[in-house]
Nanobody, 122 residues
C-alpha cells in the first residue's frame, strides 16, 4: 500500500515562503513521476507542479512559474515544493501525488496524499 504524507503547510504573509514535503512509504517513489496539486475552497483541484522520476524534467502551471520549485530526493523517498513570493491566491490545500506521468492531467496520478493547508494573508 502506497502512502504519501505531506507536511510543511501553514500560515504565512504575502511575499513569504514555505517548503512543502511529501514523504512516500510502502513503495519507493524513485521510479514514478510526482506532482503537486492544490484545491482552494469552492474550486476544483488544479495542477501546480510535476517532476519526472529522474528529476531532470519539471513542469509548472503558469501562475507559479518563477516562484515555486519542485524537487525530489529519491534516496529519502521525498518530494519537495519550495514556494516563494507567496500570494493570497496561493491559499489552498496542497496535495502530492504519484503516477506514471508528470503532466497536469490528474488521471495520470494513482496515489494521493491527504493534503496540507497553506494560508497566505495580506
Amino acid at each position: 500500500q502506497v502512502q504519501l504524507v505531506e507536511s510543511g503547510g501553514g500560515s504565512v504573509q504575502a511575499g513569504g515562503s514555505l517548503r512543502l514535503s511529501c514523504a512516500g512509504s510502502g513503495r519507493t517513489i524513485s521510479s514514478y513521476a510526482m506532482g503537486w496539486f492544490r484545491q482552494a475552497p469552492g474550486k476544483e483541484r488544479e495542477f501546480v507542479a510535476g517532476i519526472n522520476w529522474v528529476g531532470g524534467s519539471t513542469y509548472y502551471t503558469d501562475s507559479v512559474k518563477g516562484r515555486f520549485a519542485i524537487s525530489r530526493d529519491n534516496a529519502k523517498n521525498t518530494v519537495f515544493l519550495q514556494m516563494n513570493s507567496l500570494k493570497r491566491e496561493d491559499t489552498a490545500v496542497y496535495y502530492c501525488a504519484q503516477g506514471a506521468k508528470f503532466g497536469a492531467d490528474r488521471s495520470s496520478y494513482n496515489y494521493w496524499g491527504q493534503g496540507t493547508q497553506v494560508t497566505v494573508s495580506s
